[in-house]
């Protein structure tokens, strides 16, 4: 059968633009449909704005601690609208560019959103389009609880155009995005409150590094309180918002932004009309081929409920294109992905946790050092970093590395590309430090920790 399209992709995000730029290079004839904005989660109300609203938080602490440094700075203010519209201009850009790139692979750009007639057909606006593949990369959405006062609050699409800025803001969620928000707003000058109904945020992360970090995040005036839930939020007369608490307590907040995970986006997807199988939280089910139960259908990224990372995405994007039209293999190795949270200070992390690292290895030895940053000797500030090394001391293999730090980020993308090749503690060791810098530590750390 002649199809219009050898590949359909639904969603225009890092997965799905990915995917459809490479396949187009390998000779395939591709659409991709968006009915939202090019670029996705990551480029529009994820990771680009998020880092930028980070940038502009740090600056308060920078003119705060640059008097130790003989700065006078003078009266600071800040002006969220200035900052808001800047970060709307920087996005149009962006969405240009990747209109821009999809042009220029050749690859059919078709704005409004796809639903699935069945295993070869997409319909856009009562148009159908017949194709040999589809690949669904709709990405996820914030998932909001239904509670009592519900349709008071924001979830983190909408917190990065509000219009006035929360000088109190109670953020509710225990996740990267919860944390990475309290951070963000408590820097720009916002009263934070921030809410987890857990023991401790960043479940999954290292525990240490978990109980670090909200030492750190306190020290910088977040207000953190966990085993704590929201029972009802009632609009006051003067339009703030009561946030009525699982103890009985209650706060008084100008805005409450709830980060309480994503779901897939499938809503008006037409999945009734396929035999597309789904997990128990509603993530689509794939083979390690990217293929759902329906064979010409394929799913990668967020929506299929693995590492919702954008650098994931696009490796999936990258090797089903690679595999499909070019005879590639399909192999993509998850282990020792690094990540960050971009709280303040940040968290870096690559490989296993403490925890992960003893239940699989009997003979685990930490490596561990907690100082007083060169910087804050003089900058008059109290935060600390944290640097860990988990070993394997049978083979001398790095397991796990951590870091609670500034620029943690940067850093272990670095000692990612080490872990990868296999690096050991003896390549560590042998490794000569950049003097006088935080990540030297890495490299000096000799004694085992004695807990």
């Not at 059968?1 to 990915?18: E, N, P, T």
């Not at 996740?175 to 928000?181: L, S, T």
């Not at 296999?422 to 935080?438: E, L, M, Y």
């Amino acid at each position: 059968m002649k199809y219009d399209y050898d590949l359909f992709v639904i969603g225009a995000g890092s997965g799905g633009v990915r995917a459809s730029r490479m396949a187009s290079s390998f000779g395939a004839k591709v659409a991709v449909c968006e009915d939202l904005y090019m670029g996705g989660t990551c480029v529009n109300v994820g990771c680009v704005p998020k880092k930028l609203y980070v940038y502009a938080s740090e600056y308060s602490r920078h003119f705060n601690e640059s008097k130790g440094f003989g700065w006078s700075t003078g009266e600071i203010a800040f002006d969220w609208a200035t900052l808001r519209d800047n970060k709307i201009e920087e996005i149009t850009r962006l969405n240009g560019i990747y209109d821009g790139i999809l042009s220029n692979a050749k690859v059919e750009v078709l704005k409004g959103r796809g639903r699935i007639v069945d295993a070869h057909t997409v319909e856009i606006d009562g148009k159908k389009y017949t194709t040999e593949r589809i690949l669904l990369a709709v990405g996820g959405w914030p998932f909001i609880p239904d509670f009592n006062g519900r349709e008071h609050v924001v979830n983190s699409n909408e917190i990065f155009d509000l219009e006035t800025f929360p000088q109190r803001l109670v953020v509710v969620g225990g996740g990267y995005i919860a944390v990475e928000f309290s951070g963000i707003f408590n820097g720009l000058g916002s009263e934070v409150t921030q809410l987890y109904r857990g023991e401790m945020f960043l479940r999954g992360f290292d525990d240490e590094v978990r109980h670090f970090a909200a030492q750190e995040i306190a020290k910088k005036g977040v207000n953190l309180r966990f085993n704590t839930e929201v029972t009802s939020i009632e609009k006051q007369a003067d339009k703030s918002l009561k946030v009525n608490l699982s103890d009985g307590s209650s706060i008084i907040a100008d805005a409450v932004l709830y980060a309480t995970g994503r779901k897939p986006q499938l809503d008006d997807l037409g999945m009734e009309n396929v035999n597309i199988r789904l997990s128990d939280n509603g993530y689509i089910k794939v083979n390690d081929h990217f293929q759902t139960s329906e064979p010409s259908i394929y799913a990668l990224g967020d929506v299929t409920g693995g590492m919702e990372l954008t650098p994931v995405a696009l490796e999936e994007g990258m090797t089903l294109a690679r595999a499909l039209y070019n005879n590639q293999s399909w192999k993509i190795d998850y282990s020792n992905i690094a990540t960050t949270v971009f709280c303040q200070p940040n968290i870096g992390t690559v490989g296993m946790t403490e925890e992960q690292a003893r239940a699989d290895y009997s003979n685990v030895v930490k490596y561990r050092s907690s100082f007083r940053a060169m910087k804050h000797t003089i900058s008059g500030s109290d935060e600390r970093t944290l640097m860990k090394l988990l070993v394997d001391a049978d083979t001398d293999k790095i397991l796990g590395v951590h870091m609670v730090g500034p620029d943690a980020g940067e850093i272990m993308q670095g000692i990612a590309i080490a872990i990868k090749a296999g690096a050991t503690k003896a390549d560590f060791d042998a490794t000569i430090g950049i003097h006088p810098t935080a990540a030297e530590e890495f490299v000096t750390m000799r004694e085992p920790a004695t807990d």
